[in-house]
């Protein structure tokens, strides 16, 4: 198969490192990949073989959408691609109309809970042949916008290359925050407790994003100067989840957070929220913290340092491998061309 897959940008966050591995477990079963957005500095990671397009699929300017579409449909019927991959509303946009002006078939995955439920913004996952929802809990809370054509497929993740073996200092607490700073990941929540935490520790924060300038102002008003440290986006976070002493995972929605299922792989302690997607990876909710809730985050924490006994609420055999999702994607694919062969046939 040739398969086209589009995405906004290439630059941090689950989105992007799903299509990074879904495009490498492809690649290896020998089908044909190209990738095309804005570009990125996650490009350079796209697997040897992989071809990359840029176009300003991420503006949600109409008129560049459809010239964005236009130049996707030409470059269908000149190199032969028979499939599109949108991932993200504007992709699928363009999906949609590159799919009508090529006559090729497109999927879309959906990776999060919208909140605008506007049926018209959703036009394109109706319209798909399969949309591919990360998580029942994705499925369920936007099944009235996507309609009946979508099903699970939850990511994958390629084995990890180390495990948790914590922190060479053992005297020091390290605590550790991977993801993209947005109020929707709820850093802003911890940063307000730290101030009242007794013992040693630290908290490093891996990610780059909009609340950038102000969480780290924010830390300096609190005076955690030396125990704070925002170390922007890194390309390493199995190395630093390895090292630390535990994963803080306070946000307020997911759709699969692939961190977190990571962590859960690496065996890494953690501190996660009691959202929906969460319990779906979780073998019961005991342990889950209520997101926003500063004083059972405080309490949780405080007991960590105090060496009370950690309980994981996870088992890294509710996270499915990427040949499991290749698996899955591979069959939805072949279905489709399958069903456009017959048509063409009766045709």
Not at 19 to 41: D, K
Not at 182 to 196: A, N, R
Request: proline share 6%.
């Amino acid at each position: 198969m040739k398969i086209i897959q589009i995405l906004p940008a290439l630059e941090e966050g689950g989105v992007e490192r799903h299509v990074l591995w879904l495009s490498e477990e492809l690649a290896s079963r020998g089908h044909a990949l190209c990738v095309v957005s804005s570009g990125g500095r996650l490009v350079n990671a796209l697997p040897g073989g992989v071809v990359h397009r840029t176009l300003p699929v991420e503006a949600k300017n109409p008129a560049t959408a459809l010239r964005s579409a236009l130049k996707i449909a030409s470059l269908i019927k000149r190199e032969g691609w028979n499939l599109l991959h949108a991932h993200s509303r504007v992709p699928a946009w363009i999906a949609l109309a590159a799919s009508s002006l090529a006559k090729c078939p497109y999927v879309v995955s959906a990776h999060g809970i919208f909140g605008n439920r506007k049926k018209i913004v959703y036009l394109p996952y109706r319209k798909a042949s399969r949309v591919l929802c990360v998580s029942r809990t994705v499925k369920e809370d936007m099944g009235e916008c996507f309609g009946e054509n979508s099903e699970v497929v939850r990511n994958g993740l390629p084995a990890p290359g180390k495990m948790w073996g914590g922190p060479a200092k053992e005297t020091e607490k390290r605590f550790l925050f991977i993801g993209r700073l947005t109020p929707l990941k709820g850093l802003q929540d911890v940063l307000e407790i730290l101030p009242l935490l007794k013992g040693e520790w630290r908290l490093d924060v891996v990610g780059d994003g909009p609340l950038f300038p102000t969480l780290s102002r924010r830390g300096m008003e609190l005076n955690l100067s030396g125990r704070l440290f925002f170390h922007g986006f890194r390309n390493d976070t199995d190395e630093w989840l390895s090292r630390c002493s535990c994963l803080l995972f306070p946000s307020y929605s997911e759709g699969m957070p692939l961190t977190l299922a990571r962590a859960v792989q690496m065996g890494v302690p953690l501190f996660a929220s009691n959202i929906p997607s969460v319990a779906e990876m979780a073998d019961t909710r005991d342990g889950l913290l209520p997101p926003g809730n500063k004083e059972a985050w405080r309490k949780a924490l405080q007991g960590f340092l105090d060496g009370k006994p950690f309980y994981s609420s996870f088992s890294a055999r509710n996270i499915p491998s990427l040949g499991e999702m290749g698996d899955a994607v591979e069959k939805i694919y072949e279905e489709i061309l399958l069903s456009k062969d017959r048509g063409n046939e009766r045709s």
